[in-house]
């Protein structure tokens, strides 16, 4: 089934390389030694990373795979430097995580509106042979070549930016939660993986003050492994820094089902286990004041609970109040990820991409476009090592 959210793309990137210098000698009847007057050439184009807000999904990336960085021109007489390449940026929602889709290394991690990453810089332009004009070497008839363009194939991994995230078993509730809390209007049915792609709404609180609510497909047990949907949206959650279990009241063992739950994240990601936690007893308009009373004993003492209703709006506010204050602790704050152990790139998940893209083996042409030099321009052409 196609969906309209796209949460990784595989993507080849080639910057422009830097134009060829000039090696130009300047004759006019009126200047019959001129000297050398070669420009140098202009710098290749880079391939750059941008954070924008108003993207939420890669979609429109996935039929452009392609990212190709203008060529620098080359350098002509007069001691003209040759025109730069064209940069090319690609927009991507904040969050977007990029590392080499060749060998799973981190590259950058884009998670502010208007961040510029640059994924691979252009070559720099050769120097024209007037740079090398000295007193004992008046008429250089040489200039540097522009140095080569990078290329690499880059994936880009989408983990959505929220403050809540919710974690339960299929029909726990999670998407009538949030459309009770929130402006957003997830799908909402009677029938298990009913929600199918991740959804975000803004949860408003008190005095202005809002949060932001990341709702994922249902997670069943061996979701880790594979099993459902789990595994392809767990990552989406890497990122929140408090997470809501919901568990509904008509469960047989609430205990049991937040085992399983926890167990799914800690075997998909250790790291899950420093994050803020809070169950949510859910569709609690099912029970009475009785059975309630009862099902205290039963729920887990190492984390706050709160019975709710997402139909009657039982419980909603001191849900909200009690995941304002989670949140605003020291221990839960959402931090960028900065490492390449922090991003979700084991061997299985790297293995479930390449899988992903295996259509992808037609290749990479380039177009190879130098151009040879004149022999009228360069008599003499040397290899230089360019400064830093």
């Known amino acids: 089934m196609e969906t309209n959210f796209i949460d990784y793309v595989k993507i080849y990137c080639r910057s422009g390389k830097g134009g060829r ?17 070669g420009g140098n050439g202009g710098n290749g184009g880079s391939v750059i990373l941008r954070g924008n807000r108003n993207y939420w999904t890669l979609l429109h990336l996935r039929y452009d795979r392609h990212a190709y960085a203008g060529h620098g021109g080359n350098g002509s007489k007069n001691k003209s430097t040759g025109q730069k390449g064209a940069d090319k940026v690609l927009e991507v929602p904040c969050g977007t995580v990029a590392y080499n889709a060749e060998t799973g290394e981190y590259i950058c991690d884009v ?29 250089p008839r040489y200039a ?17 930016l929220a403050d809540v995230g919710l974690v339960g078993f299929p029909n726990a509730g999670k998407s009538t939660l949030v459309s009770s809390l929130s402006s957003a209007k997830p799908k909402i049915a009677n029938y298990p993986f009913t929600t199918l792609e991740p959804s975000l709404g803004i949860v408003a609180y008190r005095d202005g003050k809002s949060f932001v609510m990341a709702d994922i497909p249902g997670i069943i047990e061996g979701a880790s492994q594979g099993k459902g949907l789990g595994l392809r949206f767990l990552r989406h959650i890497e990122r929140n820094s408090l997470l809501l279990f919901m568990v509904p009241a008509d469960t047989n063992d609430i205990q049991h089902e937040y085992d399983i739950l926890l ?45 709710i209703s997402a139909v009657t709006g039982q419980g909603l506010d001191e849900l909200k109040d009690l995941l304002w204050t989670e949140m605003n602790s020291e221990s839960n704050k959402i931090a960028a990820i900065q490492t390449q152990e922090s991003i979700v790139h084991r061997p299985k998940d790297r293995a479930r991409v390449a899988a992903d893209f295996e259509d992808d083996d037609e290749g990479f042409m380039l177009d190879d476009d130098d151009e040879e030099y004149d022999i009228e321009d360069i008599e003499e052409l040397d290899d230089f090592q360019y400064e830093e």
């Not at 210098?21 to 007057?37: I, L």
């Not at 540097?144 to 959505?160: A, D, R, S, T």
Request: glycine share 10%; net charge negative; aromatic share 4%.
């Open 111 to 139: 998670t502010e509106h208007g961040q510029e990453v640059v994924l691979l810089r252009g070559g720099r332009g050769g120097l024209g042979n007037f740079n090398f004009c000295t007193p004992t070497n008046q008429a």
């Open 263 to 307: 167990n799914e994240l800690t075997t998909f990601n250790p790291e899950l286990l420093d994050k803020g936690r809070v169950l949510a007893v859910t569709k609690c308009d099912l029970i009475d004041d009785e059975l309630m009373d009862m099902l205290r004993p039963t729920l887990p003492t190492d984390i706050p609970t709160v019975f």
């Open 144 to 160: 540097q070549p522009g140095e080569p363009m990078q290329e690499m194939e880059v994936i880009l991994e989408l983990k959505l």
């Open 21 to 37: 210098g000039s090696a130009h000698m300047h004759r006019a009847k009126y200047m019959p030694k001129g000297g050398p007057d």
